[in-house]
């Protein structure tokens, strides 16, 4: 068996949740199979970069921490995302930079100091069989990860990784370009096409009033609690459900839709989300404030046409 056949990391506690990620699947939500993908996109992307892989090279997607790996190999990784007092053989590391591990190093996720998620990439990608042309972890459709059925990392999994012979210089991301996860968040939001079915105060209110992230949310969807919006009566048909679009049910508590989202759904729409805003939101914890802002079409194609372009999306 050959060296690369044979090097990688083992995991020795699998954390809170931790998942395979890339840039997810596209093209199957006729077929009622979701995106998936990581959660905060721009941090994961920082991760490839660090070490010059293509964008959307599998990498591991570190929810509330807990993860402990043991090197099986020598190799250039990076972490980003947010600080979860990650140390190697028991020294603290930062975040926003690549550096070095040998075999037998024992990488530690402890609980979050700043932000929700971090991100950690291998040189070359984790190698991980694709389902429908991703690795991405999604257990609603019991697809992609390590074992190719949706579920998480679990303890004495072995995830293949390249060997390099010798080290790189490490790479830092210059502190200026640091996402500031901590604090409230602000959503801007693009109207939909049923943007005029909700009243007038309705809309006020979604843009005056505070909302709380809830303990509920998931990769599923942001659920924000907050006094109730009015949701039209309208008996709508099922339609498809775009990534980062915001449905009011019933109860008048939005819900923001995110990865792992359903593909098909009934509830009235204020419209989406700006996508740089739903990864900012991904690295908050329940609790934290949200509101909402307006952004017209065009500034948001501006910003998203930028973010996409410098990362080779």
Same mark, same amino acid.
């Given at each position: ?49 660090? $070490? ?21 190999? %020598?190799?250039?990784? +990076? =972490? ?12 603290? %590391? ?25 991100? $950690? ?6 190698? =991980?069989?694709?389902? &429908?042309? +991703?690795?991405? /972890? ?15 990392? *679990? ?9 390099? #012979?010798?080290?790189?210089?490490? *790479? ?6 640091? #996402?500031? !996860? /901590?604090? #409230? =968040?602000?959503?801007?939001?693009? #109207?939909?096409?049923? %943007? ?9 209110? =979604? ?39 915001? %449905? ?21 729409? &204020?419209?989406?989300? $700006?996508?740089?805003?739903? !990864? ?25 046409? *930028?973010? $996409?372009?410098?990362?080779? &999306?």
């Amino acid at each position: 068996m050959s060296r690369e056949a044979i090097t990688g990391f083992r995991v020795v506690k699998p954390g809170f949740f931790s998942l395979l990620q890339d840039a997810g699947r596209s093209g199957y939500e006729h077929l009622g199979v979701t995106s998936g993908g990581a959660m905060d996109e721009m941090a994961a992307s920082w991760a490839n970069r660090l $070490l010059d892989n293509p964008a959307g090279s599998t990498l591991i997607e570190i929810t509330a921490g807990g993860l402990e790996l043991e090197a099986r190999t %020598q190799t250039m990784l +990076s =972490v980003t995302g947010g600080d979860l007092n990650l140390t190697i053989n028991d020294e603290p %590391q930062a975040p926003w930079r690549s550096f070095w591990v040998s075999t037998g190093d024992r990488l530690r996720f402890a609980r979050p100091r700043i932000g929700f998620r971090a991100y $950690l990439a291998v040189q070359g990608g984790f190698q =991980v069989p694709a389902s &429908l042309g +991703s690795a991405a /972890t999604v257990k609603r459709d019991a697809l992609g990860g390590l074992h190719q059925d949706g579920s998480a990392l *679990r303890e004495d999994d072995f995830i293949a990784a390249g060997f390099l #012979p010798e080290e790189q210089l490490p *790479r830092q991301l210059p502190e200026r370009f640091m #996402p500031d !996860y /901590t604090g #409230p =968040v602000t959503l801007n939001i693009i #109207p939909g096409y049923q %943007q005029n079915e909700f009243s007038k105060e309705a809309w006020r209110q =979604v843009l005056k009033q505070p909302f709380e992230l809830d303990t509920r949310s998931d990769r599923m969807g942001a659920r924000l609690l907050g006094d109730a919006i009015a949701s039209p009566d309208l008996a709508m048909f099922s339609e498809g459900i775009s990534y980062a679009s915001v %449905q009011v049910p019933p109860d008048g508590q939005p819900i923001v839709m995110l990865n792992d989202r359903q593909t098909l759904g009934g509830y009235p729409k &204020l419209g989406n989300i $700006l996508p740089l805003d739903c !990864y900012a939101l991904a690295q908050r914890q329940p609790g934290t404030e949200v509101r909402f802002a307006h952004i017209g079409l065009m500034t948001a194609q501006q910003q998203m046409r *930028r973010y $996409l372009r410098f990362f080779g &999306l």
